[in-house]
């Protein structure tokens, strides 16, 4: 079965960085688009980037471009997620989903999704 597992969370300071990781498992990764979505405290579920099946193409919230950078590595079934500049308000809850397409939307996909790494941005 299709399988979503974060890791790469944690506490850091305003300014500081960190990179996700979202090994997946159960199926062909390369033939799917992925998404990272976040979830801050108190709030809903946000898309905050997605990426199509080859990693030709990806797209940003305006939250977080210029800051965070998606890649995928199709050899090694993973999802990155580089997070520079970070900041207070980055603090949430992280998920990667996966599209049921090669091509993402600007949207939460609803299927399949890990249970979430926390990272919290503070000082």
């Known amino acids: 079965q299709v399988q979503l597992v974060e890791s790469g969370g944690g506490l850091v300071q305003p300014g500081g960085f960190l990179r996700l990781s979202c090994a997946a498992s159960?199926?062909?990764?390369?033939?799917?688009?992925m998404a990272w979505v976040r979830q801050p405290p108190g709030k809903g579920l946000e898309w905050i980037s997605g990426i199509n099946a080859d990693g030709t193409m990806t797209a940003y919230h305006d939250s977080v471009r210029g800051r965070f950078t998606i890649s995928r590595d199709n050899v090694q079934n993973t999802l990155i997620l580089q997070m520079n500049s970070l900041k207070v308000e980055d603090t949430a809850v992280y998920y990667c989903?996966?599209?049921?397409?090669?091509?993402?939307?600007?949207?939460?996909?609803?299927?399949?999704r890990g249970r979430g790494t926390q990272v919290t941005v503070s000082s």
């Open positions: 159960g199926y062909i990764f390369s033939k799917y688009a």
């Open positions: 989903g996966r599209y049921s397409a090669p091509y993402y939307g600007y949207h939460v996909p609803d299927e399949y």
